[in-house]
């Protein structure tokens, strides 16, 4: 949906540098149509089995965006009560999310229990014996699934590796199947499912294969201790192409996972993030200067760290592109930073790029997931604001902070009467 015409970049039918122009620099701009496209692609490719897609709320949480989704069939795979919260104000169906996370405090678990939450994703006994206690004072029976670490390698990023037996999240086969005998024993939760979720932007089918094949056998085994599921919730972490990667597509996932899951009778959950919004969205920046020192290059951009995150964070890589492309500019390698006084500061290292010049304007791509997210006031700078773009037009569904924003929920200390 991002594509050059006539040497400019448009967004479906609407031109980079006209909603720069208006809006103003750094900003994340979404196309909708691509949205919309990555969920059915999913929705499709799943067709063959009862199945709820649950997007991944914490990639990209803006409420235009959740209500989208909703609209288009979501359900939603969520982190906090904060995160149930935007669900809830984008008119989402709390009866379709799913809650995981290994810290959820007393008053997550409360909301969620009142919103009658599909179910949560139990990550150890502590919290299995505080959702029933919870529950119980409530008068209510939470639904639960248990989220297993199956101990595989999802052959990505240490940073984003979720399911191996090192990491925080989740509980071992053994321990879960004595877990899954616990829970059966108390009154007031119910194990309805199992779930597992084995890390991010993992581009091969053949760790989730390997996940399954560990995950299958333990139902089998809860169904002979008298425990009958009804879902089987695998996750998200689908890859996507940021710069040479050639991800599996939704149809060979599910072409992997169909065949594995469907002898079971039970109601699929996914809880695709990055694979939906990842390449829905840039972040477009300004240049503000070009400045030589040494050997080195460096373009300084007005957008940073603070606007987004990821490649200071796992040093990820991001395809960036002139909005204007201009075919007298000579090429040479650059550094793309931003503003922020830190040498993480940047965007992209060595990069071979057209050098651009003062005030032109550069796409960061595939700036959809874990960007806006991930921002933060650092250096005391405001969040960009977010357009949503649906063909020829756009709206803004977040605008930018100012000023007066930063300071908003400060109390200044009052003059001393001595
Ligand atoms: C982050 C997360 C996801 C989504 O991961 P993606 O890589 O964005 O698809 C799904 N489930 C859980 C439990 C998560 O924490």
């Known amino acids: ?49 009862p199945h709820v897609i649950c997007y991944s709320v914490k990639c990209n949480s803006n409420i235009s965006i959740l209500k989208l989704l909703a609209r288009a069939g979501a359900g939603f795979d969520i982190v906090s009560g904060g995160e149930l919260f935007r669900v809830i104000q984008a008119g989402g169906d709390p009866g379709k999310v799913v809650y995981a996370g290994v810290g959820k405090t007393q008053d997550e678990i409360v ?6 939450i599909h179910l949560f994703t139990v990550e150890s006994v502590g919290e299995l014996d505080r959702i029933n206690d919870l529950a119980n004072r409530m008068g209510k029976k939470a639904r639960i699934a248990i989220r297993v670490n199956p101990d595989v390698d999802p052959k990505t990023h240490t940073y984003i590796s979720t399911g191996k037996k090192e990491n925080k999240f989740g509980l071992d086969i053994e321990t879960a199947r004595e877990i899954y005998k616990h829970a059966s024993g108390l009154p007031s939760v119910k194990p309805v499912g199992i779930q597992m979720h084995i890390g991010s932007q993992i581009t091969q089918t053949q760790p989730f294969k390997n996940a399954l094949d560990k995950l299958i056998p333990l139902i089998g085994q809860l169904r002979s201790d008298g425990i009958e599921l009804e879902y089987v ?97 000579p090429t040479k390698p650059v550094d793309i930073v931003g503003p922020v006084c830190e040498s993480g500061d940047f965007f992209a290292q060595d990069r071979v790029i057209a050098l651009p010049a003062q005030d032109d304007l550069l796409a960061v791509m595939s700036a959809g997931a874990y960007g806006f997210t991930m921002t933060s006031n650092y250096n005391c700078r405001v969040r960009p604001p977010e357009i949503l773009v649906n063909g020829t037009s756009y709206s803004q569904i977040r605008r930018r902070e100012t000023w007066e924003d930063l300071v908003r929920q400060e109390v200044s200390l009052k003059e001393s009467m001595s």
Do not use: W
């Open 1 to 49: 949906m991002f594509i050059y015409e006539n040497n400019t970049l448009f967004c479906e039918g609407v031109a980079i540098d006209k909603i720069a122009e208006k809006e103003k620099t750094p900003l994340y701009i979404y196309s909708e149509k691509a949205l919309i496209e990555n969920f059915n692609s999913l929705d499709n490719a799943f067709a063959d089995v």
């Open 111 to 116: 909301y969620a229990l009142k919103s009658d």
């Open 233 to 329: 919730d695998i996750g998200g972490g689908l890859g996507i192409v940021y710069k040479d990667e050639k991800p599996m597509t939704a149809q060979e996932f599910a072409d992997v996972v169909v065949p594995m899951v469907k002898p079971l009778g039970l109601t699929l959950i996914i809880e695709p993030g990055r694979f939906i919004a990842g390449n829905a969205g840039i972040l477009v920046t300004k240049v503000e200067y070009i400045k030589k020192s040494g050997e080195k290059t460096f373009v300084i951009v007005d957008a940073a760290m603070n606007d987004l995150m990821r490649p200071a964070l796992y040093s990820a890589y991001h395809n960036i592109l002139p909005v204007k492309r201009q075919n007298d500019r």
